[in-house]
């Protein structure tokens, strides 16, 4: 009731700010720290719904993760924008990449700074071969499966070329969605040729804007300001987190090692783009 009273009495528009900032994966994987359909849904409820909210703004900070969530996200958004008939607008901060730029595809118009990066639409799987420290430190690996095909890319055994080639085509299939949903949300705004956009590569928002990629540079307020007035109003809607949660405090001592290594995989998705 009191929120009611507050939105009564405002004299600007409003404009909800959805804060997706991180790594995107489930929550099982990096926790608190994971940006995931279960932890974007409810603050993109809490938007759509918000009364006299004339458009939503997404403010993205993303380098990518699960291609998984990434759609799950992009298809929530799209299907509120539907149902409440408002215009989404995506402003990329630092990085809208991979998972992050499928994000932003979901928005009506991508507004960038000219040091932003974008792009990167692609599919990537990493990992490591241990095969021969394991047999330098007199360690049997011993695997028993039914299904000839359930032990692929087993990081304790020789790779083999045909479980290489099925991860291929996996991701080669990811990829096809991922294209697919960039050309239906860009369409014809896209002015680079296939080859070069769907490679893989990633743009500053510069030349992210000439290929296409994006609308226009800007800044969220000064954007906003200038198409909804100066007295626009712009809720934050973000995650919140505890302060030991924000510090890695937080958790069990059980919990402390997969946390450490949930931030390190975070760091590396961070320092592909330079960050």
């Known amino acids: 009731m009191l929120e009611w009273f507050k939105e009564r009495l405002r004299r600007g528009p409003v ?25 974007a849904a409810p603050l993109l409820m809490r938007a759509f719904n918000m009364h006299g909210a004339k458009a939503v703004a997404l403010a993205i900070n993303s380098p990518g993760g699960s291609p998984v969530q990434s759609a799950l996200i992009a298809q929530r958004i799209r299907l509120l924008a539907r149902e409440k008939n408002l215009p989404v607008i995506a402003f990329v901060e630092d990085v809208a990449a991979s998972g992050g730029y499928w994000l932003a595809c979901a928005a009506d118009e991508i507004v960038v700074d000219p040091a932003s990066i974008v792009g990167s639409i692609g599919v990537i799987s ?12 007199g360690i049997e690996r011993r695997v028993h499966t ?32 991922f294209k697919d949903w960039v050309r239906e949300r860009r369409g014809s705004r896209l002015k680079g040729d296939d080859a070069l956009l769907f490679s893989g590569e ?18 969220l307020r000064a954007v906003l300001q200038e ?29 402390i090692g997969p946390t450490a290594l949930a931030a390190i995989e975070e760091r590396l998705h961070w320092q592909r783009f330079g960050l």
Not at 126 to 137: E, P, Q, V
């Open 126 to 137: 990493s990992g490591f071969g241990f095969k021969d420290l394991i047999s330098r430190i």
């Open 146 to 177: 039914s299904g000839e095909r359930k032990s692929m890319l087993d990081p304790f055994r020789e790779e083999k070329p045909e479980d290489v080639e099925r991860l291929k085509r996996l991701q080669a299939e990811i990829h096809d969605g």
């Open 202 to 219: 990633f743009w500053t928002g510069r030349r992210g804007l000439e290929l296409g990629l994006a609308d226009r540079f800007g800044e």
């Open 15 to 39: 404009v909800p700010v959805v804060r997706l900032s991180g790594v995107i994966a489930s929550g099982s994987l990096l926790g608190a720290r994971g940006l995931s359909i279960e932890t």
């Open 227 to 255: 198409r909804y007035g100066a007295k626009v109003h712009l809720p934050l809607i973000a995650a919140r987190r505890s302060l030991l949660s924000r510090l890695g405090l937080g958790g069990s001592i059980e919990q």
